[in-house]
């Protein structure tokens, strides 16, 4: 009995680090496409639109939740004298956020076993 209720906590923790590594992975995937939306719009293209997005990705690891992404790009944009409202970023933010769980559902389309979900259940 404790040999199965062993194996069950190692695979609660084994589903759990695989969760947040995937949560991990849609969020940086969502704030690379965040920062390719924002360079479009400062006009940024190209190579240097690759490097801005991931000045974005970066942005995240400052703490947790999406704020700091929030301040750096609001900043970029008041920079350049582009007025864009902070609840379009919001909403742009989650829709990427939904475009990065669809891509990340194409790399992983089937759960890893029977204690694990397909990304994005």
Known sequence: MADTFSEREKS???KQKLDDELQFKAQSR???????????????????????AKT????????????????KVMADFSERNISIDENDLRGEMDRQMQVAVEQLSGDY???LGSDHGKVGD
């Open 109 to 111: 389309p089937e759960p």
């Open 12 to 14: 609660f923790e084994a």
């Open 30 to 52: 969502r704030n690379k496409l965040v920062g390719l939306w924002v360079a479009e719009k400062l006009g940024i293209t190209g190579a240097d639109a690759d490097a801005y």
């Open 56 to 71: 974005v990705v970066m942005a995240d690891l400052e703490e947790p939740g999406i704020e700091d992404v929030i301040r």
